[in-house]
């Protein structure tokens, strides 16, 4: 069933983005050097493969979009379609990766009973993915949270401010980049 939820997923998306939203090319493979005799074979470090922007993760549909695809308009299209319904937003997390963020939208139609996890990817400098907020209201304190804690700004979020932190805290702490002063907080 996850399959076919997948392939629902993409042609929706296709006809609301355009193909090449969801566009994958499998990636030519490194050419072999010719091997010398008598070297010892070390193995080589593998490069990480490019994730395929639709496919099954863990058994589950799974999109991934740069964050200038992801929109409240296209968050309202997973929601009311007639085929989709996705009506529950379960969890919304936020990922530090040294060349990007993401941020990951886990949806649940409870109509359908299927799944569908959203990847946006957002650049590390001035990070900013469109709010869910206005859709699903679960995303309020998860939005909140990763902005507070990450840095993530939530354009069209209707009340962007700090929940767990000091109105007045300076940084993200959970940003890989973040740095801590250890003296001050008595940890040297």
């Known amino acids: 069933m996850s399959q076919e939820v997948l392939d629902l997923v993409t042609e929706k998306v296709h006809s609301f983005l355009g193909e090449e939203v969801l566009a994958y090319e499998e990636p030519e493979p490194p050419e072999e050097p010719p091997e010398e005799e008598e ?19 863990f058994g589950q549909p799974m999109i991934i979009l740069d964050t200038g695809h992801w929109s409240e308009e296209l968050a309202k299209m997973l929601r ?32 359908k009973d299927h799944y569908l996890y959203v990847k946006v990817k957002t650049p590390r400098e001035e990070p900013a993915v469109a709010s869910s907020e206005p859709v699903w209201k679960a995303g309020d304190y998860m939005e909140r949270e990763i902005y507070d804690l990450m840095g993530i700004e939530f354009p069209g979020h209707r009340n962007m401010k700090r929940i767990l932190l000091a109105d007045d805290w300076e940084g993200h702490p959970l940003r890989k980049d973040y740095v801590t002063d250890k003296k001050a907080l008595g940890l040297d």
């Open 39 to 57: 070297k010892p074979k070390r193995k080589k470090k593998e490069e990480p493969k490019p994730e395929r922007p639709a496919s099954l993760n």
């Open 80 to 111: 009311d379609d007639e085929e989709l319904q996705f009506d529950f937003l379960s969890c919304v997390t936020g990922v530090d990766y040294p060349e990007h963020m993401e941020v990951i939208y886990n949806l649940y139609s409870t109509v």
